[in-house]
């Protein structure tokens, strides 16, 4: 077993340009940092079985956040920004800990709505957008991912 | 053959200084230069080494750092360092002082302003960085006034360019 630690650099956002069942992953490179959330609220679930405080899982924050430069005429930069300007557009995203086709890499894919789109224009800075992600209701399910056979295996949430 | 990015940088600024030059109210005449280097000689005796004649631009290309900047894309930060020097030619006094104030002159409206200037864009690739300012190290050296007749400047000039990862332009 490897035990190389693997690099923030090596991970991967992906957006879907194809249908939900049949995918095109197109990377999204122009990415520095990102966080990819994966925070589950809880209920306490204490009983006098057990002095041990007690919780269940109920609700996964699955968020996606990160800085994204600006690029122009950049195809997925494009589309993200379009969506963020849309108060409608769902986006169906991918974002692993590294790349599609390598076995072990977790993730999470979902269909989402770019909720945040902050932008520093400041005289010495490049510009870059303050882009967060978040899961939104369509026919299509949220769901965690595991590479496996050289490609990305999906599971309902 | 210069291939690395920091010649092809210095080149460009030779070209570019030697334009301004020539649009410039004071053109350059046929001993003056402006070339790349890295360790030129310069003497302001006739026995030691050809004695510089006219005023002489050398510029110097310097240590550069690479930053990753996104998951494909690095920013590279140069440093060109730029050597204006000319000896005085008449064959009795000091420089005076309108022929000092002409080469103060000629690095700051030929050198350092143009180069300096954060809108520009050097062969759509390099650009002067604005967190990073240039800066005239010697505005004219002192010593070399009083002992040799020369003005001697030098100033150092940022550039960062935007490549990816491999070092090659990002197309």
């Known amino acids: 077993m490897s035990t190389a630690a693997y690099l923030g650099r090596n991970a991967k956002l992906y957006l879907n340009t194809g249908s939900y069942g049949t995918p095109t992953w197109l990377e999204i490179a122009n990415i520095s940092d990102l966080t990819l959330n994966r925070a589950w609220d809880e209920s306490e679930a204490n009983s006098r079985e057990s002095a041990m405080k007690m919780i269940l899982k109920t609700l996964l924050d699955g968020g996606i956040s990160g800085k994204m430069r600006f690029t122009i005429g950049d195809s997925g930069t494009t589309t993200i920004i379009d969506a963020l300007n849309s108060p409608t557009t769902t986006l169906d995203v991918m974002c692993l800990n590294g790349p599609q086709t390598t076995n072990g890499v977790y993730g999470l894919r979902y269909p989402c709505q770019v909720t945040q789109g902050n932008e520093d224009q400041g005289l010495g800075v490049a510009l870059y957008e303050d882009i967060t992600f978040k899961p939104t209701p369509t026919t299509n399910p949220p769901c965690t991912v595991k590479v496996s056979g050289g490609a990305p295996v999906f599971t309902v949430v | ?171």
Do not use: H
């Open chain 2, 1 to 171: 053959m210069a291939n690395a990015r920091a010649l092809l940088l210095c080149d460009e600024v030779v070209s570019l200084i030697l334009a301004g030059w020539n649009a410039s109210a004071t053109p350059p005449a046929s001993i003056d230069g402006v070339q790349r280097a890295y360790s030129p000689t310069i003497s302001f005796t006739p026995d030691s080494a050809p004695q510089i004649e006219g005023r002489q631009v050398y510029v110097f290309p310097m240590p550069y750092t690479a930053t990753s900047q996104t998951r494909e894309t690095q920013l590279r930060d140069y440093l060109v360092k730029v050597l204006v020097v000319e000896q005085y030619s008449a064959a009795e006094g000091d420089p005076t002082t309108a022929w000092i104030d002409a080469r103060v002159n000629f690095c700051e409206q030929v050198v350092f302003n143009p180069l300096a200037n954060p809108r520009l864009v050097i062969a759509s690739q390099w650009f002067p960085p604005l967190e990073t300012e240039g800066t005239v190290d010697v505005l004219y050296d002192q010593p070399a006034l009083q002992e040799n007749k020369a003005f001697w400047s030098v100033m150092t000039l940022p550039f960062q360019e935007q490549t990816l990862w491999t070092g090659e332009i990002d197309p």
